[in-house]
């Protein structure tokens, strides 16, 4: 199962950092990643990371590198996605998942189809 937290309302070029616990099973052998879907969108990736947290992965489209970074700490079942310098095109549900890498045989997957457990999703609004 995967829980994430932090969302909330923030003015544009604040920050909020979104956490994701997971539990009932260990993910440290897994990637995970962060997707977002904004009101009447599709979901779309985000960020990912490898297993081990040495490699990262960011959306090239939605200009979050530089702004968005994501981190895990296996010993604590978690990952994190710090976000700085938000604008209102952030708006989204954020979800976070966790993709089995000894199947999808990619370290920083970034399709919605490579993963196989998703939270229920933590809202963010960005107000202007």
């Known amino acids: 199962q995967l829980v994430e937290s932090g969302g909330g309302l923030v003015q544009t070029g604040g920050s909020l950092r979104l956490s994701c616990a997971a539990s009932g099973r260990s993910f440290k052998n897994y990637a995970m990643g962060w997707f977002r879907q904004a009101p009447g969108k599709e979901r779309k990736f985000v960020a990912s990371i490898s297993w081990n947290g040495d490699s990262t992965y960011y959306s090239g489209s939605m200009n979050v590198q530089g702004r968005f970074t994501i981190s895990r700490d296996n010993a604590e079942n978690t990952v994190y996605l710090q976000m700085n310098s938000l604008k209102p095109e952030d708006t989204a549900v954020y979800y976070c998942?966790?993709?089995?890498?000894?199947?999808?045989?990619?370290?920083?997957?970034?399709?919605?189809?490579?993963?196989?457990?998703w939270g229920q999703g933590t809202l963010v609004t960005v107000s202007s």
């Open positions: 998942a966790a993709s089995n890498t000894m199947v999808v045989l990619s370290p920083t997957p970034s399709a919605a189809y490579q993963y196989d457990y």
